[in-house]
């Protein structure tokens, strides 16, 4: 049904906890203000289909894991606060992954590294292969 499709906030925690790749923090404590701002990336964007296709780019993008991090963000870590949150653009973040500027080695200049592009894409392909093997 339509409605099992929609997340509630606590099950948009465990979907990010379960699917967040190493090194990317866990939410641990959902606070007033992580259950403001996740409620209202739900409300604009409430279909589990979508967080599922932006948490799966992470494993795909060294920018978001900060593992591919360019000058002015070599501290940067793409957590759930800030894949909610509206970058410099006025733009929500989740968007921008969801429509692949974070894709493989780039930053949000398109600058950084793609030394990860060959490993990523081989791993996306591992998984889809799994996925497929899974589903027969």
């Known amino acids: 049904s339509a409605a099992a499709a929609l997340l509630s906030v606590s099950e948009f925690v465990e979907l990010w906890n379960a699917s967040a790749p190493p090194p990317l923090p866990r939410i641990s404590v959902l606070s007033d203000a992580r259950k403001n701002l ?56 989740c968007v921008k992954i969801f429509e692949g500027k974070y894709d493989g080695g780039k930053t949000p200049r398109g600058t950084g590294k793609t030394a990860g592009n060959a490993a990523a894409i081989e791993e996306a392909g591992r998984r889809l292969r799994d996925m497929e093997a899974n589903n027969q």
Do not use: M, Q
């Open 38 to 93: 996740y409620g209202a990336a739900l409300r604009k964007f409430p279909a589990r289909t979508f967080w599922t296709a932006v948490f799966e780019k992470y494993s795909g993008s060294p920018f978001l894991r900060g593992e591919a991090n360019g000058a002015g963000h070599e501290n940067f870590t793409a957590d759930l606060d800030w894949c909610c949150a509206k970058g410099k653009d006025r733009i929500e973040n």
